[in-house]
């Protein structure tokens, strides 16, 4: 049944950067039994595309705390790059991938930006994971009328801009996904924990709020949780109190296992439901865990859905050691989005052009269910169906009894 949903509100933004970048002390799992993907033989080769390289850009946070998880996204573009040359390339010309750390400095992400685009000669940046740094070079990017094609939407400019095509849930759409999943299990009374060291990440409880009224959900508690606490006992107890019997996880990865511990010690157990981004693999191993739902931003990187298969075998070839999460699903979807945005692409290829394969994509178009329903249209901003991926932890292994496909809310 279609429902209408809250529009975007910005002010979610800094909640789910938080959540993704303070749950990345770990990597993500390869479909159950944790680490990258396991090592496969390459596939046979076509003939090696010989036309001019299209170059294309990754920019983000992809070292320290933070780029153990975000690293995905240009590994995931990087492996869909060779996997497509291997098969000829686009209209016989290969694909480069520029990538480049910007330290979660503006400064330095402008600097990267302007590298790529000057002296790399991109056409079009592609699986970006800038941790909201993308108003650091938004009006650069325009000025040379530089397309930004997927990656982790996080950003208000996603939102917004007519220049970001996304490939996954924008952030306010994520949460309804989060919210969607409370129901999916059935679920009456909703709670949620997010980070206390950011004022932003509160706002995101009222947001969470009004979209569970919209779905028939009661929106019965919601906290704000510091991670120098020594223990979550009274915040667990209070949500007991409250009725609560599913909770979101939008605090960060370590706070939230913290977190679930004290409440199973007080035989509180409601339903669990975390962000992909922030996936650790020792969830798989950890009790407290198993039946909790993962939510993801993009398609699941487990279950047996076809449109995934691609993109198992060609992380399995080409980046056997990257961690499987959210980010490296984002990744593939915007390479993938590239590839038929440049499919009629000339002998000299320029960003008009993929301008022009950008706005000739279908309305609510999923690239076979690879992403939500998203419509490109030119001058307005990109439209997307809220749509949520989601796996569910049962004895050790990611499992998808909902169907490994998206589930939408319009």
Known sequence: MKRQILRPVVCLVALVLAV?????????????????????????????????????????QYSGF???ISKATPDAVQAWAQWTNDRGGINGHPIKVVVRDDGNDPAKALAAVKGIVENDKAIAL?????????????????????????????AALWLTDPNFFPTSDTAVNYVVSEVNAAKIAGKKKLGMVVCAELPACAQGLTLAGGIATRLGLQFAAGLAISSSSPNYTSQCLNMRSAGVDSIILNSSGEVSERFVADCAKQNYRPQLIS???????????????????????????????????????????YKPDTPLNASASAGWAAGVMFGKAAAKIGPSPTSADLYAGLYA????????????????????????????????????KLTTPHGAGAICVE
């Not at 690879?370 to 050790?396: F, M």
């Open 126 to 154: 592609v699986g970006t994971h800038a941790s909201g740094l993308e108003s650091a070079w938004k009006d650069y990017i325009e000025s040379k009328k530089i397309p930004v094609i997927g990656g982790s939407a996080t």
């Open 66 to 68: 933070a780029g153990v």
């Open 275 to 317: 962000p992909g981004q922030s996936f650790l693999d020792k969830l798989l191993d950890n009790a407290n865990y198993d039946g909790a739902y993962i939510a993801n931003d993009s398609f699941n990187w487990f279950g047996d859905a076809p449109e995934t298969a691609d993109f198992l075998q060609a992380m399995k070839t």
């Open 20 to 60: 993704a970048a303070c749950g990345s002390s770990g990597g993500g799992s390869g479909g159950g039994s944790g680490g990258g993907a396991s090592a496969a033989p390459a596939a046979p080769k076509s003939p090696a595309p010989t036309g001019s390289p299209l170059v294309i850009g990754s920019v983000g």
């Open 361 to 396: 994509q279908p309305a609510k178009n999923t690239l076979g269910g690879l992403i939500p329903p998203t419509t490109y249209a030119k001058d307005k901003p990109a439209v997307s169906v809220p749509c949520g991926w989601y796996g569910v932890i049962k004895n050790g």
